[in-house]
DNA sequence: TGGTATTGTTTGTACATACAACAAAAGGTG
DNA sequence: CACCTTTTGTTGTATGTACAAACAATACCA
């Protein structure tokens, strides 16, 4: 059945897998009405205040023109400032930012908890390290 | 660091293996002028004729909204039929269609082989196979 | 028989994301 | 110093995808 052929396919069922933990993750992070890749850009940007768009777009793993519209946008919610320095876009959390750091954290743990009960805390990190080792590969050519 | 805090996330590998795996269909099948989803789609009407929209959708795990956009833009494209029986839309190859999927056909093998060539074969397959086990887990909460 | 519930499809709208083109600044080489 | 190249960021535009609402056809049930 094409069904299994389509299965065997690495494309398919990445993106598969892709979607129905990007579904999970999102419920976990709507009450803070953010979706997780804003999320993540705020707690790099805690950790790294100051931090260029290119090297944020890198450790997201977004391209520089997602990075802007991501920044827009959560300078749109008064979540983080743009501080342009010469040709340097720098960015940091504003106070608002700051305080939902905590509330992002903790949907972060939360997500985490529930990966590991849906897979087991052992085998849900052994699956995360195999998909990492996987794109890593796959970007190395 | 942030960043291997990140890797230790599900939504964020996974979401980064499928765009490393979604670049590299993409080259494959950029040949035909088609993106991977669209060039499935004709597989399985090419395998399934007359298949519904709701079939259809259900086989690529897509949304039926998204559905019926494929559709649209393939019949655009003069590769598929729209039939509407009743509340059913049955969907069908048209000649072009039916002879663009032999060229389909070799890009996707070509697809598989490149994914063997960079992961080795029992690796690769193994790699599919965890990823595909891993989703339905998540779709079965 | 008529009314309501269900199912299947499409449309409006929105979002995450990317690429290509551009602008602006920085750095290097004559 | 002046020019070219590279780096960095932004904007225009496009694509894949989804959700919710609207719509249409059918099925079920009183």
Chains 1, 2 share one sequence.
């Not at 059945?1 to 494309?11: A, H, P, S, T, V």
């Not at 529930?114 to 087991?120: M, P, V």
């Amino acid at each position: 059945m094409i069904k299994e052929l389509l299965n065997e396919c690495l494309y398919f069922t990445s993106n598969q897998l892709a979607r129905e933990a990007g579904k999970i993750a999102e419920e976990e992070f709507s009450s803070i009405g953010l979706s997780p890749t804003y999320a993540f850009l705020i707690l790099v940007v805690k950790v790294e205040p100051n931090i260029t768009l290119s090297d944020l777009c890198k450790i997201l793993h977004i391209a520089p023109s997602t990075g802007t519209r991501f920044v827009d946008k959560l300078i749109q919610k008064g979540l983080v400032e743009r501080h342009t320095e010469g040709k340097l876009a720098k960015i940091l959390l504003t106070e608002k930012g700051a305080i939902l750091h905590d509330e992002i954290q903790k949907c972060w743990d939360r997500l985490y908890e529930r990966y590991s009960l849906i897979f087991g805390k052992e085998e849900g990190d052994q699956l995360t390290k195999t998909v990492l080792a996987a794109s890593h590969v796959l970007r190395n050519n």
